[in-house]
């Protein structure tokens, strides 16, 4: 035995009127997290090569403190 398919509760005006709001403040966030990770990536991958090609970056483990003996 199948169930019947209950029919969505069909919204007032004012809920219909507010849900589509959201939904467009949604959207303008979205795009606006969109366009700013983009820019974050751009800016990432223009400095990367000046880095690299410097040698000023030093390895994370070459940042450490050598270890004195006898300490």
């Known amino acids: 035995m199948t169930q019947p398919v209950k ?4 919204l007032s005006q004012k809920a ?3 849900r589509e709001a959201r939904l467009a403040r949604e959207a303008a966030a979205l795009r606006a997290n969109l366009r ?3 820019q974050q990536v ?3 991958a ?3 090569p000046e880095d690299e090609e410097s040698g000023d970056v030093p ?3 070459s940042m450490r403190e050598p270890h004195q003996a006898g300490s």
């Open 7 to 10: 029919p969505s509760p069909a």
């Open 16 to 18: 219909s009127s507010d």
């Open 36 to 38: 700013k990770r983009k």
């Open 42 to 44: 751009r800016a990432r």
């Open 46 to 48: 223009t400095k990367a």
């Open 59 to 61: 390895h994370p483990a």
